[in-house]
């Protein structure tokens, strides 16, 4: 411990010798810190996320419980491409492991879309097995927001409508037009969203 | 009297590397054996192993947590325990044993059975050691930000040796709070929990994973719905899991899903390897001797090994990250007039030259304080613009300051001065 000893000893020379050169501020007595006020690691990554959110229009944040930042809901009314118009509800629940998990996105509505299933699962790369902690909560609202504008048949969550979107884009249209409007599918009633 | 005879030489001789050879001297170095205080994190499989090393090394105060209960598989690796001591407590079994194998009056081992963050921050603060051997990220996570904080909150520095396995590979690291890097610093290089493509498991299984990822993720939901929640530990549940996945597997012409696979990918286990443990435990344990007892330079600061291709271990300094969230910005101290506002406190906070902020998001402990952005969070909170900052949190407590000009966020303890009234409204 005699070496860590030095190095402290060093650091608090070289502290007193940068508080020579400015101006002396008053000193206080320290008091002790209560135990359970210091904030976790994850939410201070939360809050960096959402302060450096940088959104398109499309998509809205609601918190309904304002005194935390580890659950709220998400809009997304996409501006174009098949879902135009669309109000799509999606529940983010992050937990106190972020960044180390990805948040959990659930789509609330019963939807016809090739990447996301009847329960509300999303086949989103970042969302699982591309997630990493140098990714941040916008970049994966974006990625919701490319879902809405290009579907991808290729990764289907939804079979039927992959298929659809991949022999017939005019019928995939139309199908996504009746969904939305509230109606069945193939015989698989969905959510009204518009 | 216990035989100390190969431990002596190593103290008794100066080394050529030694850094402190001025102030070294034998006989301090000796007493720091029986009077450092060393807390062990985890009584696992490689707990064992440390408190076997540090009490055959001759160290004599020594607390052990662990929240864990012994289980039947535990006993191929984790040696202190035998079959009779199942169900009971990992620390106190550990505990007992270390102490009826080297004497009740040679040692002093006190266990906790529960969990680290149940302690108190002046209980870490005992210690002149921490040696973590945990499998889990969270804890490991929490006692690195929590002896972060204590050594700026209180300037007292205790070092975090940190070991982990993963089969046949693992790393053991050193972190001296403030000075080096910290487990924070590194997170984004820690793997990645094998995860599988929704899609894949959905319509394309290739592998017995994928099967039992589809019953354990898709069909566990759409049987049960969202009220009965899947516990890998009722056999039932186990059971089902197994049987669905067999049968996806049949459809798909897979082979290979087993119950003790199923049981594997749902409790995400990785093997664990008797002696990768030790070589690790060895390694946390020569560190904790050398940085006790200064005879010799300790682990700058990062070995890892790998013993899966041929044996390879290569050892390097992991540098501080200068936006790391937990050691970055070491929270500051700041006094504040009990009459402001939250408004107040963001204006004087603006005029600060030194932070460089314009428009800052705050929060405490409990939430959100105020969020600039987005609008929606903006809206809630900026009813609290107009309270008091003492009626928000309370003396002592942490708050977090972040601004999209800010590369870190800041961090600063609050304490209320007993200046009542604003002096501009006399």
């Known amino acids: 411990m005699l070496k860590i000893r030095q190095l402290q000893k060093k650091r608090q020379e070289e502290e007193e010798e940068a508080a020579k050169s400015q101006s002396p501020t008053p000193t206080r007595d320290s008091t002790p810190v209560n135990k359970n006020s210091k904030v976790s690691a994850a939410q201070l990554r939360i809050q960096k996320d959402i ?10 944040l609601t918190f309904p419980q304002p005194s935390s930042l580890f659950e709220f809901d998400l809009k997304l009314i996409p501006n174009s491409g098949y879902y135009k118009n669309g109000k799509f509800q999606f529940k983010c629940e992050i937990n106190s492991n972020f960044p180390i998990e990805p948040p959990k996105i659930k789509c609330l509505n019963k939807i016809y879309h ?30 919701l927001n490319f879902l809405f504008l290009e579907p991808n048949p290729n990764d289907p969550l939804n079979k039927e409508a992959a298929n659809c979107l991949v022999k017939d884009k005019k019928q995939f249209e139309k199908n996504v037009n009746n969904s939305m409007k509230g109606g069945y599918i193939d015989g698989v009633y969905y959510d009204r969203v518009i | ?31 720091r054996l029986s009077t450092s205080k060393i807390l062990v994190i985890g009584a696992g499989g490689l707990g064992c192993e440390i408190l076997k090393n540090l009490a055959l090394t001759g160290f004599k105060n020594i607390h052990v947590i662990d929240m864990d209960t012994i289980d039947l598989s535990n006993l191929n690796r984790q040696f202190l325990f035998r079959h009779k001591d199942i169900g009971k407590s990992k620390s106190e079994i550990a505990a007992n044993f270390i102490k009826q194998r080297i004497g009740e009056d040679n040692i002093n081992i006190i266990p906790f059975f529960g969990k680290i963050q149940d302690k108190s921050i002046e209980f870490y603060s005992q210690f002149d050691l921490v040696i973590s051997g945990l499998d889990s990220i969270e804890a490991r996570r929490w006692i690195n930000a929590t002896l972060v904080n204590l050594s700026s909150s209180n300037n007292k520095i205790i070092p975090l040796i940190d070991g982990g396995t993963e089969g046949f590979r693992g790393q053991s690291r050193v972190i001296i709070p403030s000075f080096t890097s910290c487990f924070e610093c590194t997170l984004d290089l820690m793997s990645q929990k094998i995860t599988y493509p929704v899609c894949t498991i959905a319509n394309t299984p290739r592998l017995p994973e994928h099967c039992i990822e589809w019953a354990h993720l898709i069909q566990w939901n759409i049987e049960f719905g969202s009220t009965k929640k ?34 594997g990918v749902c409790k995400n ?12 435990a060895a390694s946390c344990c020569n560190e ?12 700058n600061n990062y070995m890892s090994y790998s013993g899966d291709y041929s044996i390879y271990t290569y050892t390097f300094e992991n540098n501080k990250r200068s936006n790391c969230s937990v050691c970055g910005s070491l ?20 005029d600060k030259q030194e932070i460089q902020i314009k428009n800052p998001s705050i929060s405490s402990i409990s939430g959100p304080l105020y969020m600039s952005s987005p609008t929606e969070l903006q809206k809630i909170t900026k009813n609290n613009l107009s309270k008091k900052l003492n009626k928000l949190i309370s003396n002592g407590d942490e708050i977090v300051i972040t601004d999209v000009n800010l590369p870190i966020s800041l961090r600063l303890i609050v304490y209320f001065t007993s200046d009542e009234k604003d002096p501009e409204l006399n």
């Open chain 1, 114 to 143: 090739p990447n996301i299933d009847l329960q509300g699962n999303i086949c989103l790369n970042i969302l699982r097995e591309d997630w990493s902690p140098v990714l941040s909560l916008n970049s994966i609202f974006i990625g």
């Open chain 2, 269 to 280: 286990i990785i093997p664990a390897i008797a002696s990768t443990n030790s070589i690790i």
């Open chain 2, 288 to 299: 904790a001797f050398k940085l006790l007892t200064d005879s010799n330079p300790y682990l």
């Open chain 1, 51 to 60: 302060t450096e959110l940088d959104l398109p229009p499309s998509i809205k």
């Open chain 2, 331 to 350: 929270p500051k101290k700041i006094y504040v007039e009990s009459y402001k506002t939250l408004q107040q406190f963001i204006e004087d906070i603006k």
């Open chain 2, 1 to 31: 009297m216990r035989d100390h005879s190969s431990v002596i030489p190593l103290l008794k001789t100066i080394g050529p590397f030694n850094e402190v050879a001025d102030d070294y001297n034998y006989q301090s170095a000796w007493d």
């Open chain 2, 230 to 263: 899947f516990d890998a530990d009722i056999p039932q549940h186990i059971q089902w899991m197994y049987e669905t996945a067999l049968n996806r597997a049949k459809i798909f012409k897979i082979e290979g899903v087993t119950k003790q696979l199923t049981l």
